[in-house]
């Protein structure tokens, strides 16, 4: 009988293996440093480039049930989160790997679901002592990342200017072989509201840990103290910044510092320096090192938190931040712009000229501006037969009767500009050129929202709903200009530029020479902005750099330890049969090593594509000489807290800013990298019991027969 189970386990979990199979391919993709891989569409030859968990699953032929499964696990990851994606695919291989020797070991299925979960949320109640408060981390970077002297010899050149009413509030880079390069503005100053406004521009990739922030005072020696932890962070201490929540090695890099003074303060403000210049190093500590993504999230830090300043809003929002994707500039050109850039035809672009610079009436429309175009929840009418809807609009008079009417509408209320949410009639478009009215589709509705707000205008569904309150004024539009002060044309596609005072819209405008690469441009500058995002939602970090994994590793290992408990009665009525509940004991040793393999494997990974090891097996030695220690010191979790404050775990004190002795940590997000622990265990979990259902063989009277057939379903 032994036997023939074992066979069984061998053929019947076809679903593990294929997991398995498809998380070998993103293993390269696991740590700060990524491999590229290029996808080839077999079908056009055309490829692209992805360092992500979601881009490689997307590109993947799925045919099996496991596969869908995965895809849709990584895609709720990525729509809830936008990070952790690559963490999820690899521990769902890893786990799928651990549970397949588990069913060679003739574990139960129902010993290896239930100890598996139960060893996951111990973990996460375990690691909660890595956890620090935003304030706290705040307090920290205000105390130890920027000393007095630290950036004494590459102070940069201020300019001051007002950003809430600056045309361009760029930061760029003019060489990306100039790390230190800084690039000042003209100084003049502006006043409104009572605020004055410091500036400081500096190119993206013009060295890390540039951001328009303060600088505490000379001799400031205040300390502050991570929670629960007893450490006190000194600014007197030196301490060393890894690139990501992970170890890595990266080239040397220097650092140019910005120091911006932030002046005007509303009455009952809180005037804590931490507050304001903090946020953007937290993005940092939260970043891979890719440095042009953290430059312009830094840079849309600083102007929302001075924005802030005035108008009471919040520090951090991510619906006033958009992308423009521009294909053909070199990615020195990336660049932060106060209002809406987007992309229109040439013969859109024709039309600006008419504009020259004049204040333009806006409208704003919340659907499709077609003729066939219904609201969502439109109900035709009833016993109505529909033969034909409509005809040609190039060949039927009601066609162009409803372009000359929409088309009449515009002209009445004097229209200029037009911003759909949806998509535009292309016939409708020609007329609006030709009659010199911007439409302009597919917009946001965050961005009909912002112009909503600054111009009190409302958006419209049909245009047969439209009067002078729906009608909004102000609205300015002008060819997007680089860096260089020059308009710029890429031929099918011509950047321009919206925008409205007073209007909070941010739009980061990503640039690459590499068609294959514009989409991992954007997803690493979206990922960053939205480790930010949850960073202040949960209000806590974790420490990054391993710490949480090594924490794990070393609790589960312990409880693997324990001597067996035999089954209680809790146990027998959980499970509702006494030898499911003794088989749950008996292995729980088995299974919970098995758990930990995964985060070992972790570990190792990382390290290895992070060259901190040669080897799997020299970055498996490092973290069995970690665990040990940990082991010996008697507390983990207070020798794990140790070895991330002196910056060497797993790391050997080789992180990429090293050279510079700043006090900057790595940390990583709370909800989102539990959920991708959570979510790869269930599938893994799912698939199994899936699985387990599915038998097929001989032995299927056999198995009927003996005392685990409880275990199986038989259809």
């Known amino acids: 009988l032994p036997m023939a189970f074992r066979d069984v386990n061998a053929r019947r979990h076809i679903g593990l293996q294929q997991l398995a199979s498809l998380a070998l391919a993103g293993r ?67 786990w799928s790997n651990a549970v397949l020797e588990c069913l060679q070991q003739n574990v139960p299925v129902s010993a290896i679901v239930s100890v598996m979960s139960e060893g996951l949320n111990s973990c996460c109640e375990r690691v909660q002592c890595l956890q620090i408060s935003i304030h706290d981390v705040n307090q920290e970077l205000c105390s130890s990342s920027v000393g007095p002297n630290t950036f004494k010899s590459k102070a940069c050149q201020i300019g001051c200017d007002s950003l809430l009413n600056s045309q361009t509030f760029l930061y760029f880079q003019k060489d990306i072989s100039a790390p230190e390069e800084v690039i000042p503005i003209s100084s003049c100053s502006h006043q409104e509201d009572d605020c004055n406004y410091n500036t400081c521009l500096v190119s993206p990739l013009g060295g890390f840990g540039s951001t328009a922030s303060l600088v505490k005072p000379p001799g400031d020696k205040s300390t502050s103290v991570i929670s629960g932890s007893g450490v006190i962070a000194s600014s007197c201490t030196k301490q060393k910044l890894t690139h990501s929540r992970y170890f890595s090695t990266l080239g040397k890099s220097y650092f140019s510092s910005q120091r911006g003074n932030f002046r005007g303060n509303l009455s009952g403000q809180s005037t804590d320096p931490c507050e304001y210049y903090s946020l953007g190093h937290l993005a940092m500590t939260l970043s891979r090192g890719n440095q042009t993504s953290m430059k312009l999230l830094q840079n849309i830090v600083a102007y929302q938190q001075e924005r802030a300043e005035c108008s009471g809003s919040s520090q951090f929002n991510i619906a006033e931040i958009v992308t423009c994707c521009l ?157 260089d002060g020059r308009a710029t044309d890429l031929g099918e596609l011509v950047p321009v530029k919206i925008k409205v005072r007073g209007i909070p819209l941010l739009t980061a405008v990503l640039t690459t020479t590499v068609t294959s690469k514009m989409q991992l441009v954007e997803d690493q500058f979206w990922t960053l902005v939205y480790r930010l995002h949850h960073a202040l939602n949960d209000e806590k970090v974790f ?19 324990e001597p067996v408990q035999p089954a209680t009665k809790n146990t027998v009525k959980e499970f509702r049969n006494p030898w ?136």
């Open 327 to 483: 294909l053909g500039l070199p990615e020195s050109y990336s660049c932060v712009s106060p209002g809406f850039v987007t992309l229109i035809s040439p013969e859109q672009a024709t039309v600006i000229k008419y504009f020259e610079d004049k204040p333009l009436r806006i409208l704003l429309m919340d659907g499709d501006l077609t003729e066939q175009y219904r609201h969502l929840g439109f109900n035709r009418p009833c016993n109505v037969r529909t033969i034909l809807e409509r005809p040609s609009l190039q060949e039927g008079r009601a066609g162009d009767l409803w372009l000359s009417s929409t088309l009449d509408i515009l002209k009445s209320f004097e229209i200029s500009l037009v911003l759909v949410k949806g998509n535009v009639c292309e016939n409708l478009m020609e007329r609006c050129i030709a009659n010199s009215i911007l439409v302009i589709g597919s917009v946001t509705r965050n961005v009909l929202c912002a112009f909503g707000e600054v111009t009190s205008t409302q958006p419209v569904t049909y245009l047969t709903q439209l009067n002078a309150s729906c009608v909004g004024s102000g609205a300015r539009v002008e060819l997007w200009k680089a860096c």
């Open 28 to 94: 390269t993709l696991l740590g700060p440093m990524k491999s590229y891989k290029f996808i080839v569409d077999e079908s056009t030859n055309q490829s692209t480039v992805i360092c992500s968990a979601v881009r490689l699953i997307e590109s993947l032929d799925l045919t099996s049930a496991a596969g869908q499964l995965l895809n849709e696990t990584i895609q709720a990851q990525n729509k809830e989160f936008k990070t952790g994606m690559s963490t999820l695919l690899f521990l769902v291989g890893a």
């Open 580 to 715: 499911l509940a003794a088989s749950a004991a008996e292995y729980k040793s088995v299974v919970l090593q098995a758990l930990a393999s995964g985060w070992k494997q972790y570990l190792s990974v990382v390290m290895c594509n992070a060259a901190e090891a040669s080897s799997e097996l020299e970055a498996c030695t490092s973290v069995d000489h970690h665990l040990k220690k940990a082991s010996d010191c008697g507390s983990p979790s207070a020798y794990i807290l140790q070895e991330f404050r002196r910056g060497d775990l797993l790391q050997g004190g080789s992180g990429p800013f090293a050279d510079h002795g700043l006090g900057l940590k790595v940390y990583d997000n709370v909800t989102a990298k539990t959920e991708a622990w959570r979510r790869a265990l269930d599938l893994v979990l799912l698939v199994l019991q899936t699985d387990a259902e599915i038998i097929t063989g001989p032995k299927r009277n056999q198995l009927l027969n003996s005392h685990v057939s409880s275990e199986f379903m038989f259809l």
């Open 543 to 561: 420490l990054g750099g391993g710490a949480v994994e090594l924490l794990c590793l070393s609790h589960i290992q312990m409880l693997a330890e």
